[in-house]
């Protein structure tokens, strides 16, 4: 996540869960040493919280936010979580997510934050399948601001289940979000970010963001072979301004 400069401020890391509707969901929680300017939950990518995600964490916490990373398929046996690195076998648990439990781990994530760090303003944030969930979750009336990295605009068909909603149907109802995408990218293609553009049409606090001939997951991994560190810092530095307000 080396993109996301450090900040100034010394942080606090824990592994800790969180109980939503009797399940247990696994998170990770950073804060600053000092009092949060703000708070944000992320939506990790498909291959859930890792490292990486510490990582991310950290780093969001060292520039004065409280941040906590929920994973997303809390309701999968842990043993079958934990041992399943394919991500080609983790896309086929996604038709089976439900729309209402994972946005309500990330709004449950969000009091954590009001209640553990005595923040007021929380943002979502997420990358690809994290920034799919972050636009849906934008819709609802729990966060103040979102930021999705290359988040799917429409539902995939491989992704297609009985609990999933397009975020593209509730996009109006957006708080103030930055979306991040790259040209290249074919989870996002053209005519789904043009109908983003018009959902957005007239709304100056939802900006979109193309950046020409990045790949999918350009920003937030930087062993990926499409990782634009560069472009990726530049994102990083508007994703900030949209968390912070």
Known sequence: MAALREGPESTEVEHRTIV???VEVPVVHARPEGMPKAGVVVHPDIMGNRPLFDDLVRRLASHGIAAVCVEPFARVDPATRAATIDPMV???WIGDLDDAAQLGDLEAAADLLVVADDVQRVSVLGFCMGGFYALKAAAGERFDAAVAFYG????????????????????ADACPTLAVFGSADVWTPPADIDALRTAWSGRADCEIVVVDGAEHGFVHDPDRPGHRADDAARVWELALAKILG
């Open 20 to 22: 939503v509707d009797g």
């Open 90 to 92: 983790r896309f086929g």
């Open 152 to 171: 799917m605009i429409t539902v995939p068909d491989a992704w297609q289940g009985p609990a999933q909603r397009s975020p593209l149907e509730t996009a």
